[in-house]
């Protein structure tokens, strides 16, 4: 079975910081989809950024991307020029897309407080 | 693109109580999914459904629960006899169709209180 294991219950940067949030999986699996979703405080569940296991280059999206180590099982969110509004929870999350069901399994989450 | 929406936000019920939610995909989006997600922690999978089929139901889901996707639109999700345990956010997200992306599309959850 898949996990996927968040060992930061919590950081706080400064904003305009950077900040790096740390996530490891394990699968057996080669063929894996990776994700990074957001979910502010008392709002929905946001997608940041995604990475398929077959590509080699990081995903990026604007200030955020990722470091993708696949032999390492371990996929980092970086958030450059941190600001406010990235204040939430941050869940890293697996999904084996050769599983029917192409469920996801989830991190506990990181909760990022961004200070002014 | 008007999102996936869930109904109600919020429901406050006593324990051995019915309740129903709600669940209304992305229009084009044939495949849907339900979670749980208690309090600091991540979502947990409780089904799947493939157009109007359940092709995938999680061990979570005890007999006192029970979804249904009736013509592969909106989905509900019913629990029976609600217990203090089940107290959680349920979290309704939907997909575009094989090919289309494998990004689930979340709504804002409905918040279930027992007490």
């Known amino acids: 079975a898949q996990t996927v294991t968040q060992s930061q219950p919590e950081m706080s940067v400064q904003e305009a910081e950077t900040v790096t949030l740390s996530c490891t999986y394990d699968?057996?699996?080669?063929?894996?989809?990776l994700f990074w979703y957001k979910q502010p405080p008392s709002r929905q569940m946001i997608l940041v950024i995604r990475?398929?296991?077959?590509k080699q280059q990081n995903a990026t999206e604007n200030r955020f991307s990722v470091n993708f180590q696949k032999a390492a099982k371990s996929f980092s969110l970086k958030i450059s020029d941190s600001q406010l509004g990235d204040t939430a929870m941050y869940f890293c999350?697996?999904?084996?897309?050769?599983?029917?069901?192409?469920?996801?399994?989830w991190g506990a989450g990181t909760k990022l407080i961004i200070k002014p | 693109d008007t999102g996936v929406s869930q109904d109600p936000r919020h429901k406050i019920t006593k324990r051995g109580q019915n309740v129903t939610f709600r669940c209304d995909p992305i229009?084009?989006?044939?495949?849907l999914y339900w979670y749980r997600q208690t309090l600091g922690q991540g979502p947990e999978f409780l089904t799947y459904?493939?157009?109007?089929?359940?092709?995938?139901k999680s061990r979570l889901l005890s007999d006192r629960f029970s979804a249904e996707r009736p013509k592969g639109s909106f989905s509900t999700l019913e629990i029976q006899r609600t217990e203090q345990g089940d107290s959680a956010m349920y979290l309704c997200?939907?997909?575009?169709?094989?090919?289309?992306?494998?990004?689930?599309?979340f709504g804002p959850g409905t918040r279930l209180t027992v007490t």
């Open positions: 999350a697996f999904m084996n897309y050769m599983d029917s069901n192409y469920q996801l399994i």
């Open positions: 990475q398929e296991a077959y």
């Open positions: 459904f493939q157009n109007e089929a359940q092709l995938e």
């Open positions: 997200a939907s997909s575009p169709p094989m090919g289309g992306g494998y990004e689930q599309y």
């Open positions: 699968t057996s699996e080669s063929n894996y989809y």
């Open positions: 229009s084009e989006h044939n495949r």
